[in-house]
């Protein structure tokens, strides 16, 4: 069986974040410092200093999509800097007092503990689980659990939860999706919930992004579940039935979403094998074969956290996990067309030969365009082809040499299987890293092997099918954790039931933004910010700045070299660097550049010397389909109340203005832009307005796909099938 992991879109031009492990070791948010005692920000009344992340009382993040497009329009790429509340206090306000009175026992029981040796505490650890396996609710042992995870995290990591950290693990508990900044420690938050639905002896997932956060989190946090008697399972992609089963027997289990959802369909296609093999012997079945045979590695579904829940449970909302089934039957047929198309495609013009669908993106051939397909000369092979059948590989072909381009979509690279065979490795747009497994769905992704010269891979039929979105449904406790939530809040209350709330800052946070600057063309921003680098990094403080693609962080690189600037370049191309790279960006006079700083599970860190004279500085060299990408990237300055600025950079040939306003408009304004000289600073507002009209049209995508595969199943269940394995193609 071959495992792959695709978007079901009618634009697959679209890709989702997914993990790719890395290859060393990194620097993300460390634990509070234990002897630091800070004060209370929950009952601060204090006005917020960052829009990005205001430290004000916990709260509600929206109930419902018209509420947070609203808070957006009113804001640049920061809705949390509108001082409007997401709800009415009343919303959330009795559920704020219930928090607060459960932090008060968890505080309560902190000194009583700390009196105590580990033994004592591993004791009272079990006796927390035999009271929960007993039928006690969790709710009552919460505090209790949480003070037992706060003293052994300050023993075992030398780290302490913070108030709000033991605030932001009660929404947890609750099903909430919280709101945590970077660097306030979501790792650290993350024992909380995990420990205390472990003791009812169901299991705990915790569903990261990669393999390597994966790893590195459970490995981080092992010393603190060891103390308190509570074992750990980590999922690789390389492991074996044997290590997954023992894993996911574990009491808390990390691993990918990914490797959640091929499990989930292996399980599922065994159980289905050993029931028709019950069916076909003699007797009653119950006795048919041994218990040596293949076993399934799942212990069932009780609850889930999500690592960076809007990257997953949304951008990843609509990726099929799929099991293939070989099918070899016209496999040359088929990779002579894809290559005969290939050659041929630059022949075809668009409006003579092809139309494009503004709404959809969809290419279809006019009438002019198939006649000229059935002119076209052909191989014996590709001529047995059906007519039909030729239009689409051509529509196929023609869209891929116009709208997936080398070093932006997708990179060339030696494959790990085979280093002698070149593959394509699509380029998360989100997070700017290779993801590996990969491929796009509708023969997108055979159809650039073929343009590119590469072995064409084949697609295959499937075996078995779940939808990310699907796949996080089935968890009947399920709750989520992220930097960037807020402006994705009724989404993920419509779908998934997990209201958002936003976690205050441990510290008041810093952050200055600057005005945002809005250039002619492309070249033109970057020459300005270039020059603003230079400006900077004159002072000493560290600069990082974000692009969308490997081919413009490569364009901002030679500007920087020509004006003596040292910097480091941090895209898909250079990833193993990764760690080493992040570890040094907060240093003095640094200047780094990365194509997406999103999912990355780290955060820079600043030197005391570099604080002082103001940070860090965040350039954002163009907007994202989604506001909170850009939000991510500018939290990686400004980390646990450290001072930085943000400024934000716009051309009126970027690629967001496309998305939103269409091809006709997006063309008038390029050349406008081209005839223009100097900044145009006061059209900002248009670019945040294409941004949310992109916003809109992904969120409409994913809400028909939510509808079109409920009715699916529903109808599959009606006939006597199953919903994930006898999914047609």
């Known amino acids: 069986?071959?495992?792959?992991?695709?978007?079901?879109?009618?634009?697959?031009?679209?890709?989702?974040?997914?993990?790719?492990?890395?290859?060393?070791?990194?620097?993300?948010?460390?634990?509070?410092?234990?002897?630091?005692?800070?004060?209370?920000?929950?009952?601060?009344?204090?006005?917020?200093?960052?829009?990005?992340?205001?430290?004000?009382?916990?709260?509600?993040?929206?109930?419902?999509?018209?509420?947070?497009?609203?808070?957006?329009?009113?804001?640049?790429?920061?809705?949390?800097?509108?001082k409007k509340k997401w709800t009415k206090a009343s919303n959330w306000r009795p559920?704020?007092?219930?928090?607060?009175?459960?932090?008060?026992?968890?505080?309560?029981?902190?000194?009583?503990?700390?009196?105590?040796?580990?033994?004592?505490l591993r004791k009272r650890s079990l006796a927390l689980r035999y009271r929960a396996m007993a039928g006690e609710k969790l709710g009552e042992l919460l505090p209790e659990a949480y003070a037992l995870c706060r003293e052994a995290g300050r023993r075992s990591l030398s780290m302490r939860h913070y108030d709000v950290q033991i605030l932001g693990g009660i929404a947890l508990f609750e099903g909430h999706i919280t709101e945590m900044q970077t660097g306030e420690g979501k790792t650290l938050t993350a024992t909380l919930p995990l420990y205390l639905h472990s003791l009812v002896g169901k299991g705990a997932h915790l569903a990261t992004v990669n393999d390597y956060l994966a790893k590195r989190d459970a490995e981080w946090m092992m010393p603190l579940f060891e103390m308190l008697g509570v074992s750990v399972g980590i999922i690789q992609t390389e492991d074996d039935q044997g290590a997954r089963r023992k894993s996911y027997g574990a009491a808390i289990t990390y691993g990918t979403a990914k490797e959640f959802g091929f499990d989930f369909l292996r399980d599922r296609l065994l159980l289905r094998a050993q029931n028709r093999m019950q069916t076909e012997m003699l007797g009653s079945?119950?006795?048919?074969?041994?218990?040596?045979?293949?076993?399934?590695?799942m212990r069932g579904m009780h609850f889930c956290l999500v690592d960076e829940a809007d990257s997953i449970l949304i951008d990843e909302a609509r990726t099929p996990l799929i099991i293939g089934s070989i099918e070899d039957t016209v496999r040359d047929q088929i990779i002579e067309t894809y290559k005969w198309a290939a050659e041929n495609a630059p022949l075809f013009e668009l409006d003579e030969h092809f139309e494009i669908d503004d709404e959809t993106k969809r290419y279809e051939l006019t009438a002019r365009g198939r006649s000229k397909v059935?002119?076209?000369?052909?191989?014996?092979?590709?001529?047995?082809?059906?007519?039909?059948?030729?239009?689409?590989?051509?529509?196929?072909?023609?869209?891929?040499?116009?709208?997936?381009?080398?070093?932006?979509?997708?990179?060339?690279?030696?494959?790990?299987?085979?280093?002698?065979?070149?593959?394509?490795?699509?380029?998360?747009?989100?997070?700017?890293?290779?993801?590996?497994?990969?491929?796009?769905?509708?023969?997108?992704?055979?159809?650039?092997e073929a343009k590119e010269g590469v072995e064409i891979s084949v697609p295959t039929g499937q075996a078995a099918r779940i939808t990310v979105q699907d796949l996080f449904l089935r968890y009947p406790h399920l709750a989520g954790?992220?930097?960037?939530?807020?402006?994705?809040?009724?989404?993920?209350?419509?779908?998934?039931?997990?209201?958002?709330?936003?976690?205050?800052?441990?510290?008041?946070?810093?952050?200055?933004?600057?005005?945002?600057?809005?250039?002619?063309?492309?070249?033109?921003?970057?020459?300005?910010?270039?020059?603003?680098?230079?400006?900077?990094?004159?002072?000493?403080?560290?600069?990082?700045?974000?692009?969308?693609?490997?081919?413009?962080?490569?364009?901002?690189?030679?500007?920087?070299?020509?004006?003596?600037?040292?910097?480091?370049?941090?895209?898909?191309?250079?990833?193993?660097?990764?760690a080493e790279i992040v570890a040094e960006a907060g240093g003095r006079g640094k200047v780094t550049v990365a194509t997406n700083m999103a999912g990355r599970g780290t955060d820079i860190k600043l030197s005391n010397d570099v604080e002082q004279i103001g940070g860090m500085h965040v350039i954002c060299t163009e907007l994202h389909d989604a506001a909170r990408i850009d939000r991510q990237l500018i939290g990686r300055c400004g980390r646990q109340g450290d001072r930085g600025s943000y400024r934000q950079y716009l051309s009126l040939d970027d690629d967001i203005l496309k998305g939103g306003y269409g091809a006709i408009k997006y063309e008038k304004l390029k050349k406008r832009g081209e005839a223009t000289s100097g900044s145009v600073d006061r059209l900002a507002a248009m670019f945040h307005k294409a941004q949310r009209k992109v916003e809109r049209r992904h969120f409409r995508d994913r809400m028909v796909l939510m509808h079109h595969e409920k009715e699916r199943k529903k109808m599959q269940r009606e006939i006597g099938q199953d919903p994930y394995l006898d999914t047609p193609d």
């Open 95 to 120: 559920r704020m007092v219930r928090w607060q009175r459960q932090l008060a026992r968890v505080n309560a029981l902190e000194s009583t503990l700390q009196a105590e040796d580990d033994q004592t």
């Open 374 to 448: 059935r002119a076209l000369p052909k191989s014996d092979l590709v001529r047995t082809m059906g007519l039909v059948d030729m239009y689409e590989y051509i529509e196929r072909s023609i869209k891929t040499h116009r709208e997936f381009l080398l070093d932006r979509q997708y990179v060339i690279r030696p494959s790990e299987k085979d280093p002698n065979i070149d593959e394509i490795v699509i380029v998360d747009e989100f997070t700017g890293r290779l993801a590996e497994g990969r491929k796009w769905r509708d023969g997108i992704h055979q159809s650039i």
């Open 285 to 297: 079945g119950d006795g048919g074969f041994s218990n040596s045979g293949d076993q399934v590695v």
């Open 481 to 578: 954790m992220t930097g960037t939530a807020a402006t994705s809040a009724g989404e993920l209350r419509k779908i998934y039931r997990t209201p958002v709330v936003r976690v205050p800052t441990n510290r008041p946070p810093q952050r200055i933004q600057l005005p945002s600057r809005v250039f002619g063309t492309l070249n033109s921003k970057f020459e300005a910010i270039a020059k603003e680098v230079e400006e900077i990094h004159a002072t000493g403080r560290p600069v990082l700045v974000g692009t969308r693609s490997i081919d413009k962080s490569v364009l901002l690189s030679k500007l920087l070299d020509d004006l003596g600037i040292e910097h480091e370049v941090l895209n898909a191309n250079n990833v193993e660097r990764e």
């Open 1 to 82: 069986m071959s495992e792959s992991s695709a978007r079901e879109t009618t634009n697959p031009n679209e890709l989702d974040p997914s993990g790719v492990p890395l290859s060393s070791s990194s620097t993300e948010e460390t634990g509070p410092d234990p002897n630091w005692t800070p004060p209370d920000p929950v009952l601060s009344e204090s006005t917020a200093l960052d829009p990005l992340a205001p430290n004000e009382p916990l709260e509600d993040a929206g109930n419902d999509v018209e509420t947070t497009q609203e808070a957006v329009v009113r804001r640049s790429s920061d809705p949390s800097a509108n």
